[in-house]
C-alpha cells in the first residue's frame, strides 16, 4: 500500500474553480490519499460525489496559511500536498513528488517543524509536477 498523503486545498468558498479542482484530483493515478478543504463559509450545496474522501474544515475568515496549518494538524497522513483552489494537477503528480520526498527523506514533520524553507522546496516539486 503506498503512504498516505493528504491533499490540502483553502479556499474561501466552494465554487466552479473548487468543484473543478476535485474533478481533475479524481484524475490522479494514486490509490491512497484524501482531500481537506478548508473554507471560510461552509457550503450551499453538498459536494459532488467522488472517488476519493473529501474532509471539510470550516476555518472562517483567515489567511490561507493558517487554513493549511489546521488542516495538516488535524487530519494526519504520512505526506502533506497544498493545492492551491484553481490548480490541477498532473495525474503522476502524488506518485512523482512521494518518491521524491522519500528519496530525500523529506517527511511531513519536517514541512511543519521548517515549513519556509521546505514549504518552498516542496512547492517548486509539486508545481514542476503539475506543469509537465
Request: charged share 30%.
Amino acid at each position: 500500500m503506498r503512504d498516505s498523503v493528504n491533499i490540502i486545498i483553502p479556499a474561501v468558498k466552494v465554487d466552479e474553480e473548487v468543484l473543478k479542482c476535485l474533478r481533475e484530483i479524481s484524475k490522479i493515478k494514486y490509490s491512497n490519499f484524501f482531500v481537506t478543504l478548508v473554507l471560510d463559509l461552509a457550503p450551499s450545496e453538498k459536494l459532488p460525489k467522488l472517488k476519493y474522501k473529501v474532509n471539510k474544515i470550516i476555518s472562517g475568515k483567515i489567511n490561507m496559511s493558517k487554513k493549511r496549518n489546521i488542516a495538516a494538524k488535524k487530519y494526519k497522513s504520512k505526506f502533506i500536498a497544498f493545492l492551491d483552489s484553481d490548480a490541477y494537477p498532473n495525474e503522476n503528480w502524488l506518485k512523482m513528488g512521494t518518491k521524491y520526498l522519500k528519496e530525500k527523506k523529506l517527511y511531513a514533520q519536517y514541512i511543519m517543524k521548517f515549513q519556509k524553507s521546505l514549504t518552498q522546496i516542496v512547492r517548486k516539486i509539486l508545481n514542476s509536477a503539475i506543469n509537465t
